[in-house]
């Protein structure tokens, strides 16, 4: 009972604080620090729209209804502001997945950014695609997207595995862009290796407000900052109460 009002407390104050975030950044945009991951991505935007290229996004296979889910939820809202971007180049983005009801939500989102841009009768919903069920058959039915579909870029932000070694070849093959980032050990793994700006950790989940999807999405990044800092308070806390021999 303890444990489950303690996390109710700790989502009711994570609410408040984006709200407020929210509203103080709306007002005032933030500065963020630099990461050249986000750098090249808005860089290979804008050579995707003057080369009559494509961009090819993958928001991996985690299901929403999985703690997994996260991961999908900013790669949505980073997908959101790239189809928005791009919706008057010659080649739209495509959009890979490997969930059904992701596959669904990527078609909504981009359908969403071509209407915001005023361009929704370029939208196709074929440029939102369920690759595969498992993660070997998620990953060989994008291979051909990475390969067949005049890509010039490759972003891949989800929950991926060991699967993601196969995607970030086939780009190294072609000599393509790639930015990509998971939740998944075993894929950051892969992806530190490989990629040549990797981003590590919470970066992921800072997509959103780099690539300019509204101050909500900036607001979050400093509410992860007071949450980070609340823990790092807390166990702080408890060390001393231990030392000092008041027990828990």
Do not use: C, K
């Amino acid at each position: 009972m303890t444990v489950a009002l303690t996390a109710l407390g700790v989502l009711a104050l994570a609410a408040l604080l984006l709200l407020v975030f929210t509203l103080i950044r709306r007002r005032s945009p933030g500065i963020f620090r630099d990461i050249e991951a986000y750098n090249r991505l808005n860089r290979a935007v804008g050579h995707a729209v003057e080369d009559g290229t494509r961009l090819h996004i993958s928001i991996g296979r985690g299901s929403l209804i999985t703690p997994r889910g996260g991961s999908a939820l900013a790669g949505l809202a980073m997908l959101r502001r790239l189809s928005e971007r791009t919706s008057q180049s010659d080649h739209p983005p495509v959009v890979t997945s490997g969930d059904a009801s992701l596959a669904i939500l990527s078609q909504d989102t981009l359908q969403s950014g071509f209407r915001v841009a005023g361009a929704e009768d370029q939208y196709r919903f074929t440029t939102g695609r369920l690759t595969g069920l498992t993660p070997f058959a998620f990953a060989a039915g994008t291979l051909p997207v990475i390969r067949d579909e005049n890509v010039s870029a490759n972003i891949v932000l989800g929950d991926l595995g060991a699967e993601s070694a196969l995607l970030v070849e086939a780009a190294d093959r072609d000599n393509m862009d790639l930015i990509a980032a998971s939740d998944n050990l075993s894929a950051q793994s892969v992806l530190y290796a490989s990629s040549q700006d990797p981003l590590i950790g919470e970066e992921l989940f800072a997509a959103g407000a780099y690539v300019g999807a509204g101050a909500s999405h900036e607001a979050s990044l400093q509410v992860q900052d007071v949450l980070r800092w609340l823990v790092i308070l807390a166990i702080l806390g408890g060390a001393v109460a231990r030392f000092l021999g008041f027990g828990f």
